[in-house]
C-alpha cells in the first residue's frame, strides 16, 4: 500500500466529475451533495508536480476529519460542509479500497472566491513583503520584526484571490477583499477565520506544533445565510507546521509541511516550473513530514485510525 499513488481517479461514470483541483477531484452525488477526493497530487507556487506522494490524500482527509470534529465541538457556532467519509453507494467495489479514507461527502455550496489567510508569525511571502516595503498584503504592521517572529498584536487576517488550477494566487488587502465578497461576509469571514486559527493554535501549541500560519476556506448556505467551513482544514498542503522545540526567531524554521518541498524547488532553479518530477529523496522526506504532523496534532497514528475504519 505504501508504494501506491492516486494522482488522478476516473469513476467510470458512476458519478459525474466536476472539476479536478490542485489536489482534489470533486465529483456530483446529487444536487446538495459533492464527494471530494484527495488524491496524491502535491503542489508548490501554484504548480503540480508531475509525480505524487503515497497515501497523502488519506491523510490530507483523515486529518480535515479530525479538525472539523475538534472545531465545531470548539466553537458550537461553527458550520463546516463535511458529511461524512462514507462513500456514496453507487461507486463501484472495485474502486472502493482505492477511494475509502481519501473521500469524503460534503455539502454543495456557493464558494467564496477569496482564500482566508491567518498569519500568526511573520515568515514566506508575508516576510519577503514585509523586508521589502514593511506591509504584509499592503497593511502596514510594527517595524523592526525579524524572520519567523509572532505578530506583536496577535494572528493578522491577509486574504489572497482564490487562483483556478495553473494560476497564481494574488495576496490582496483585506479591503480588497471586501471588494469581491461585499462587505457584509468579509467581515464575518475575516472574525471566524481568526477564530478558527486561534482555536487551533492553541491545541496545537499544547502538542509541540506552531501553527505559523493557515487557509481557510468558506462557502455560503443561501437558505440561511450562514458562513460554512469549507475545503480542507489545518493539514500540511495549507499550513505551515514547526516543531516548537526548535522554533528560534530569526531563523527560517523547520517544518512539516510541504515548506520542504518549495525549498527543494526553490535551490534547484524549479520554482514554477512545470511538469517538474521529484526524486525519491523528496518524495520520501514530503511524506515522512506529512505523517509527523498528523501523528503530533491527532495524537494517533494514521494507520492505527485506518485499522479501526475498515
Do not use: C
Request: aromatic fraction near 10%; charge should be neutral; hydrophobic fraction near 40%.
Amino acid at each position: 500500500m505504501d508504494s501506491t499513488v492516486v494522482t488522478e481517479t476516473d469513476l467510470a461514470g458512476t458519478l459525474p466529475l466536476v472539476a479536478r483541483g490542485k489536489v482534489r477531484d470533486l465529483y456530483a452525488v446529487d444536487d446538495q451533495t459533492l464527494l471530494f477526493i484527495a488524491t496524491d497530487r502535491i503542489s508548490a507556487y501554484d504548480v503540480i508536480m508531475k509525480n505524487g506522494i503515497p497515501n497523502k490524500g488519506i491523510l490530507l482527509t483523515l486529518l480535515s476529519e479530525f479538525w472539523f470534529s475538534y472545531l465545531s465541538s470548539a466553537l458550537p457556532n461553527l458550520r463546516t460542509h463535511f458529511v461524512s467519509l462514507a462513500l456514496p453507494a453507487r461507486i463501484a467495489p472495485n474502486l472502493r479500497r482505492t477511494l475509502q479514507n481519501r473521500s469524503m461527502q460534503v455539502r454543495k455550496l456557493h464558494i467564496f472566491p477569496i482564500e482566508a489567510i491567518v498569519r500568526g508569525y511573520i515568515t514566506g511571502s508575508a516576510w519577503k513583503e514585509y523586508q521589502e516595503k514593511g506591509t504584509v498584503h499592503g497593511m502596514k504592521v510594527k517595524e523592526g520584526l525579524k524572520e519567523s517572529e509572532a505578530f506583536p498584536d496577535g494572528p493578522i487576517y491577509s486574504p489572497s484571490t482564490k487562483a483556478e488550477a495553473g494560476q497564481n494566487d494574488e495576496n490582496i488587502h483585506p479591503g480588497k477583499a471586501v471588494e469581491i465578497v461585499g462587505e457584509k461576509y468579509a467581515t464575518r469571514i475575516e472574525e471566524l477565520a481568526l477564530s478558527l486559527y486561534k482555536t487551533a493554535r492553541d491545541y496545537a501549541l499544547e502538542r509541540g506544533i506552531i501553527i505559523a500560519d493557515t487557509k481557510f476556506e468558506f462557502g455560503l448556505d443561501a437558505k440561511t445565510d450562514e458562513i460554512v467551513l469549507v475545503d480542507e482544514v489545518l493539514t500540511p498542503d495549507s499550513s505551515r507546521f514547526w516543531p516548537a522545540s526548535s522554533y528560534t526567531v530569526g531563523e527560517t524554521q523547520e517544518s512539516f509541511d510541504k515548506q520542504y518541498l518549495r525549498n527543494w524547488l526553490t535551490s534547484k532553479g524549479l520554482k514554477g516550473k512545470p511538469s517538474v518530477e521529484m526524486p525519491a529523496e523528496v518524495v520520501r522526506n514530503t511524506e515522512t513530514k506529512y505523517r509527523e504532523a498528523f501523528g503530533a496534532l491527532v495524537g494517533r497514528k494514521w494507520r492505527d485510525i485506518l485499522q479501526e475504519k475498515r
